[in-house]
């Protein structure tokens, strides 16, 4: 499967944005779970949150929990990562990706999408 991640942008704190993950086109998630990670400057790329096939399940990273949610249309073969009350700290590049848990599956990575939140 190929990914493309879309929707990053600057935001001031408290602020909201939601990020896609889409499938490109004749490909399919399959019967996976999927991801979004991010990576800040100096810091090595780290989970942020995940989402079963049916949607029913969800997992996230202590620090997002609350502010983000995951959701998935596996109609549109599109997972998304709806974040509110961004913070400085929350300013890295996103990711998607299929997982295993909080782990994902190396060679299925999306492109990342740079999230900025700065006044």
């Known amino acids: 499967v190929q990914l493309q991640a879309s929707g990053g942008g600057l935001v001031r704190p408290g602020g909201s944005l939601r990020l896609s993950c889409a499938a490109a086109s004749g490909t399919t998630f399959g019967p996976y779970y999927m991801g979004w990670f991010r990576q800040a400057p100096g810091k090595e790329r780290a989970f942020v949150a995940g989402?079963?096939?049916?949607?029913?399940?969800?997992y996230y990273a202590d620090s997002v929990k609350g502010r983000f949610t995951i959701s998935r249309d596996n109609a549109k073969n599109t997972v998304y990562l709806q974040m509110n009350s961004l913070k400085p700290e929350d300013t890295a590049v996103y990711y998607c990706?299929?997982?295993?848990?909080?782990?994902?599956?190396?060679?299925?990575w999306s492109q990342g999408t740079q999230v900025t939140v700065s006044s």
């Open positions: 989402i079963g096939w049916s949607g029913e399940t969800k």
């Open positions: 990706a299929p997982v295993v848990g909080r782990v994902a599956k190396d060679g299925y």
